[in-house]
């Protein structure tokens, strides 16, 4: 009883961190060789046990019924209990992570190919298991470049209250990607975007160790301060394919910047969108639940009292992110905004997606079904694209195998 009181506790500040009470923004920290040093040890835990190895099917549940009004108080003291319940985890809490964003310097036009030739044979070797949240935008960000590039990776889907399947790790959020080699020693990497990047180095340069890949994206943590504080972990140069030469392309900054936009601007339009009604949060959260490692109580009880919590929280994370008064509208020019830089490409990648066609398509599945993303397709250009993309991305468009059938 005391462990749960203890970690409901602990979920509701991860919550009210998350709605931008607690922490302080973030400023760019350079990084020192101890640092660096320090980072690669953190980056290279063993985990003693993958635990059973499973892919959640996407079934997926429509619930439209409830609208009713929650009473304030009710509403409070949902909001408390939705902390114990954290489904919230996987499409609340990460959205206010206060993860800033620091950038490698130094970036001197250069005019280069932008074309990275990928090889699946590295990474179908790797031995990959994901620890995720199955509908965590970050999560789904991250399976949408290892499926595109036909990567194979084994999923633990993770617990979001008392998260055992964590336990091996000093960093407790998702996605990580956990490699795994031969003689079964392992390298963690942590944050979805660093992954990417970390991946696509390997694939797309002669370093094929990604023990030493990790390396180039140290963690950097800033302690917690202050009783309610929560101490913050970054990472350096998370959006940089370290492609061993100097200089960026135009398109190769075109893609890190709307890399960027995605961590920066459009996850954060997501919950307000998705929780904007009490009956929209109760679609989102039947949703969360029935993906979700829970039992049949524990779903009903996350379902009700977690969307009751969601809903006020959003409205704080509306304020926070100066969301327009009716929030669709904000989601909608993100849509357009992004249809724009796209252009008249297939892709922003030309014709097949590059890595921000991937993020901006893998945050949106997140939410695919729901209002919020129904409302988008039908107000905006954006459904044709999406569908491009999620054929490219299904079909496993990425893998040389593929390109040569
Ligand atoms: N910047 C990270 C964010 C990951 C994140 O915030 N994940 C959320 C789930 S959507 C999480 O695990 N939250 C748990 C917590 O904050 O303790 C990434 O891109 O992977």
Redesign the pocket.
Known sequence: MQVTQNKMAASMK?LSS?SGQLLPRLVPIKCSPGVLKHTQLLHRQHVSSIPNLHRHSKTWTYFKSISGKFGLRAAVACGVAISGITCA???G??FG?A?GNVQKACESDVIESTHRAYTSEDASTLRLTLYQ?QV????CKLRSFLDFYGIKYHIVEVEPVMRKELKFSDY????ILVQEDAKGSTIQMN???VIVSALSTMMSTDQKDLGQIVTYYPKIVTPKKGLFGREKVEYLNRYDIMLGKPGRSKAEKEEKQWRHWV?DVLVHYLPPNIYRTPSEALQAFDYISEMSQYGAIKKIFSKYFGAAGMYFVSIKLKKKYNLKEDVRQSLYDASREWMAAVGDREFMGGAQPNLADLAVYGVLSSIEGLDAFNDTVRETTIGPWYQRTKKAVMSHAGSPSQQMV
């Not at 407790?172 to 996605?175: D, I, Q």
């Open positions: 991860r998350c985890n996987s499409l809490f990460g992570s993860e949240y965590c935008p970050f999560c407790r959020k998702v996605p944050d979805s975007s961590d």
